[in-house]
């Protein structure tokens, strides 16, 4: 049976990988997974290569991180405007307040997210949807994007977590990977409307706490409807179109020296 998603070090003594491909584990003896390995289902691959590890570990860049620069212009927007440190320092702890059951449930999503992406629960997802065969796989692929959105709240996670298995899922049905990577970003916007995070916070910073199902159901139609059009517009390239999507470029064959 192929492989789908597993811990590393329980998949390669199983799989007979070889020896290289099992490195010692950082922490070795902790009671969590290190790292985990995506199998052949997902890749493509009978054997894992760099790219298929992924560390099951969080990343915190404050420096990098679009709140930061946020902070730092709200700050000096309020001194700008001759707002007194104290005054700034109120505003700032009843924002923290008002939106404390937001950030208790943008934290739930996240951990959500990294449940879903390495139990191989996404993958799930993904290769379910390759069920539908060549011809209606663009349309459902627009939806993939769509749900990876819904999901995560980040077209960027979305295609991070669906971007390669919608190109293998596009090879092996021979459609244009360009173009499924595009239908899974695309889609991916249309569910940006009924993320959990986007509605919870914007309710709490609207003032429309505890109306966060209301509004999920208001836009939610509306979600699918926007997407189920990208979805035939994906179509319509994919098989009455397909001349009218830009190829990728092929690389020159490497130069080959020859000696005398």
């Known amino acids: 049976m192929p492989l789908l998603f597993a811990p590393l070090e329980e998949a390669a003594p ?14 070795k003896g902790a009671a969590f997974v290190s790292r985990v390995v995506k199998g052949e289902a997902v890749t493509g691959r009978s ?14 860049a404050p420096v990098a991180s679009t709140g930061t620069g946020i902070m730092i212009a709200a700050v000096l927007s309020g001194l700008i405007l001759g707002l007194r440190p104290v005054d700034l320092a109120r505003l700032f702890g009843k924002t923290v307040y008002r939106l404390r059951w937001a950030a208790v449930a943008i934290l739930c999503m996240l951990a959500l997210g990294f449940v879903t992406k390495f139990s191989g629960m ?3 997802l993904g290769l379910a949807f390759t069920r539908t065969g060549a011809t209606l796989y663009p349309i459902f692929g627009t939806l993939l994007g769509w749900l990876g959105v819904a999901l995560t709240g980040s077209d960027t996670a979305s295609n991070v977590l669906f971007g390669n298995l919608q190109r293998i899922t596009a090879e092996k049905l021979g459609l244009d990977p360009v173009l499924m990577a595009s239908a899974n970003s695309t889609g991916g916007v249309m569910g940006k ?26 836009v939610l139609v509306h979600s699918l409807a926007l997407a189920m059009i990208v979805g035939g517009i994906v179509w319509l390239y994919a098989h009455v179109l397909p001349g009218a999507v830009p190829s990728r470029p092929v690389e020159a064959p490497a130069a080959v020296e020859t000696t005398r």
């Open 14 to 27: 199983e799989r007979g990988w070889p020896a290289g491909v099992l490195e010692e584990a950082e922490g």
């Open 47 to 60: 054997e894992p290569i760099a790219a298929d590890f992924e560390s099951v570990t969080l990343d915190v």
């Open 122 to 124: 996404d993958a799930v």
């Open 193 to 218: 409307m009924v993320d959990a995070q986007s509605i919870v916070v914007a309710a709490a910073a609207t003032g429309e706490h505890g109306r966060e199902g209301a509004i999920l159901r208001a």
